[in-house]
Structure formats: structure tokens, C-alpha cells
């Protein structure tokens, strides 16, 4: 579980707002995760019954497998500025001179 919530972490600093940090990791998160908790726990059980114990975990992994590769390949990558990886160049505007105009 560190490591999800590490991962959701730094995709929430790098994709949002870091005003909005909080506010997005605490509804985003934990609303997913209820649901999640709620599918795959009803999907699960129904499996369980029909197919068996073994050959549900097999179609779960699977599952996970198919949504992980997904992610790789069409998820964008974190702005390096906003992550902190690398300083914003001299001439770029800042938040705080955006709101000057």
C-alpha cells in the first residue's frame, strides 16, 4: 500500500495544481478506491462461485495486467518544473507574474 499511495502522490503533484494537492488526493483517491473496493469485491465473490478460487485470481491478474500496459503507454509524463527535477528557465512566466497581467 506505500507504494500506491507514493505513486499517487507524485501523479497528483505533477498533474494538478499543487494548491489543489490536498483537496485532490483526499476526494479523488479515496473515492476511487471505495469504489474499486465495491467492484472488484462484488465481480470477486461472483468468480468465486462460478469459476473457482484459482481461475479467478488467474483473470484478475490478468486484469491488472491489461490496465498496467495501458497506463504505460497513454499516461502523459509529469511536467519536470512542476516535479522539481529541473529549475524553470530565466524567461518563463511564473503563477505569480501570470497573475500580474
Do not use: C
Not at 502522490?9 to 478506491?33: C, P, Q, W
Request: hydrophobic fraction near 50%; avoid cysteine; proline fraction near 4%.
Amino acid at each position: 500500500m506505500p507504494l500506491l499511495l507514493t505513486s499517487i502522490m507524485k501523479y497528483i503533484a505533477g498533474a494538478f495544481d499543487i494548491r489543489l494537492y490536498a483537496t485532490v488526493y483526499a476526494l479523488a483517491s479515496n473515492f476511487a478506491k471505495q469504489i474499486s473496493v465495491f467492484i472488484f469485491s462484488s465481480v470477486a465473490g461472483k468468480l468465486y462461485d462460478v469459476i473457482g478460487y484459482q481461475h479467478t485470481y488467474i483473470w484478475m491478474g490478468v486484469l491488472v495486467f491489461v490496465i498496467t500496459l495501458f497506463a504505460a503507454f497513454f499516461l502523459k509524463k509529469e511536467d519536470k518544473v512542476q516535479a522539481g527535477e529541473v529549475e524553470a528557465p530565466k524567461d518563463a512566466p511564473t503563477p505569480a507574474n501570470d497573475s500580474d497581467n
